[in-house]
């Protein structure tokens, strides 16, 4: 089921993350703007040691593709404070992610990232093969849009339809591309649940993978993947 277009009025009643209901949410670790625009708080539910909640926009935003250039320059900068002080605090890694809609886990519409700050880098981040990213952006077919320096392109060999990598630029630069994607997809395909990480390694760059199709038993169990969107007919569909 698609995520609903608009926020139920008991949404907006019980909205922990809206301007005004601050006392609602753990004392925040980091205020960016005054009146602010971005806040940073402990996850109340902590998986690991220490995770943050970052709060995208004082209103009732629920997709990441309606916050304004502000609004991502303030994440961007809200990410970048709280990994640099996780650095500073010994911890080697954060792990800085985007879960939208329920279907891709995430608990509450006002749009939202987490920070989930480790101890080292995590086996798959290490692990990625830093020549494939490159390969990726010699796929002129395969790209859908740029921003400033930031370019999303469709994953060759992606598992879901419209998955995608955006790399390059300055981490503003990457969310700003993030948005513009998401906003695309939503063109293209309506409300839709979908993730999002950063890899945070040289280069940085952000994975996206949206949730339109449900994992099933051939996928989970014999790891094949059908992908219903060829990547090059995605990346025609996002760039028109
Ligand atoms: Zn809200
Ligand atoms: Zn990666």
């Known amino acids: ?7 139920t009025p008991e949404e907006l009643e019980r909205c922990p993350f809206c301007v005004g209901r601050e006392d609602r949410t753990p004392p925040e670790t ?5 009146p602010w625009r971005v806040r ?34 303030s994440l961007a900068e809200a990410w970048q ?5 996780a650095a500073a605090d010994g911890f080697g890694y954060v792990h800085a992610l ?26 798959p981040v290490a692990a990625e093969d830093r020549s494939a990213l490159d390969e990726l952006l010699r796929h002129d077919d395969l790209r859908v849009l740029e921003r400033n320096g930031a370019v999303a392109v469709i994953h060759y060999a992606g598992a879901s339809p419209y998955e995608s990598l955006v790399l390059g630029g300055t981490l503003a630069d990457l969310l ?14 309506g409300p839709f649940a979908w993730n999002a990480w950063l890899h945070a390694t040289d280069p940085q760059h952000l ?6 199709t449900a994992l099933a038993g051939v996928e989970l169990g014999a790891g094949l993947y059908v992908n219903v969107v060829p990547p090059e ?8």
């Not at 089921?1 to 926020?7: D, G, K, T, V, W």
């Not at 980091?30 to 005054?34: E, N």
């Not at 985007?98 to 480790?118: D, K, W």
């Not at 700003?176 to 395909?189: F, I, T, W």
Request: charged share 25%; proline share 10%.
């Open 207 to 212: 994975h996206f993978v949206p949730r339109l």
């Open 81 to 85: 404070h709280r990994i640099d002080a």
């Open 40 to 73: 940073v708080v402990p996850n109340l539910y902590p998986a690991f040691d220490r995770q943050e909640v970052v709060v995208h926009s004082p209103d009732h935003v629920r997709c990441f593709a309606d916050l304004g250039d502000t609004q991502i320059a």
């Open 98 to 123: 985007i879960n939208e809609g329920r279907l891709a886990g995430s608990s509450l519409p006002h749009s939202h990232s987490q920070l989930v700050v480790l101890d080292r880098v995590p086996p």
């Open 30 to 34: 980091l205020r960016i703007g005054d």
């Open 176 to 189: 700003g591309a993030l948005r513009d994607l998401v906003g695309r997809v939503r063109k293209a395909e």
């Open 233 to 240: 007919r995605a990346a025609e569909a996002l760039r028109g």
């Open 1 to 7: 089921m698609p995520p609903p277009e608009e926020a």
